[in-house]
């Protein structure tokens, strides 16, 4: 039984076979990936840089990704804004920001640079 036995999850199962996450430190990078694994998803990959990131999306072509605000080498809305302008197969993909900071200023900013939904952090398997 996959995803906890959640309706809910076995969607998600089906629609999300690989996933991409941009984080630049690897604990929080590996929780995320473990939550999501636990729903069953296929391959999740990460990467700590933004330029990494947007290789790893260009090679990988993800069904979705999440994407820290900021960190070391990494501005998760300039992330995004990259993406979108690129030509990359996945730049339409969902973009979830994850942040601890969920300002209504960050929250704009993100809106405009192409971010579909924020992950306030410390975060449930529930929130996701």
Known sequence: MSGFGDPKAA????????I????????????????????????VVF?????????LADAVNPDIIFVERSG??????TFTRRLRRS??????????MVTAD??????RGARDAGVHEFLRKPFTS???
């Open 47 to 55: 990467e700590t840089t933004e330029r990494g990131g947007l290789t």
């Open 87 to 96: 030509h990359f197969a996945c730049r339409k993909a969902p973009v979830i």
């Open 126 to 128: 529930g929130d996701l």
């Open 102 to 107: 969920a300002t209504a200023h960050a929250i």
């Open 72 to 77: 070391h080498n990494l501005d998760g809305e």
């Open 11 to 18: 969607r998600f199962e089906r629609k999300l076979r690989r």
């Open 20 to 43: 991409l996450i941009v984080e630049p430190y690897l604990a929080p990078a590996r929780m995320l990936a473990e939550t999501l694994r636990g729903f069953g998803v296929g391959e």
